[in-house]
């Protein structure tokens, strides 16, 4: 059973930066089709980045030119460098791997990793 640890978050103010890590715990991993996706109380979980194994990636609207996804194969982890931080950003983050239907997903969601943005 893999399991997915997230990493990173904390309480950043407006215009700040965090880095996220995802850790796996897979002999056998790779970044293809990993994303980052975060949830706030009382919404569904939202997508916000991805990359394949060719390092093209896809971003949410409300966070390109802010967020940058990243990944290491070789740690098993997947990153999330964000920049200019915003209050909206506030949430908590989770890393998973997008399944081949629309919607589903390989492995179960880890903890997530909170993120608080606020002056």
């Known amino acids: 059973q893999v399991q997915l640890v997230e990493s990173g978050g904390g309480l950043v103010q407006p215009g700040g930066s965090l880095r996220l890590s995802c850790a796996a715990s897979?002999?056998?991993?790779?970044?293809?089709?990993m994303g980052w996706y975060r949830q706030v109380p009382g919404k569904e979980r939202e997508f916000v980045a991805a990359?394949?194994?060719?390092?093209?990636?896809n971003y949410a609207d409300s966070v390109k030119g802010r967020f940058t996804i990243s990944g290491d194969n070789a740690k098993n982890t997947v990153y999330l460098q964000m920049n200019s931080l915003k209050p909206e950003d506030t949430a908590l983050y989770y890393c998973?791997?997008?399944?081949?239907?629309?919607?589903?997903?390989?492995?179960?969601w880890g903890q997530g990793t909170q993120v608080t943005v606020s002056s």
């Open positions: 897979a002999s056998i991993f790779s970044i293809n089709r």
């Open positions: 998973n791997k997008a399944g081949s239907l629309p919607g589903t997903y390989y492995y179960n």
């Open positions: 990359i394949t194994s060719t390092r093209s990636t």
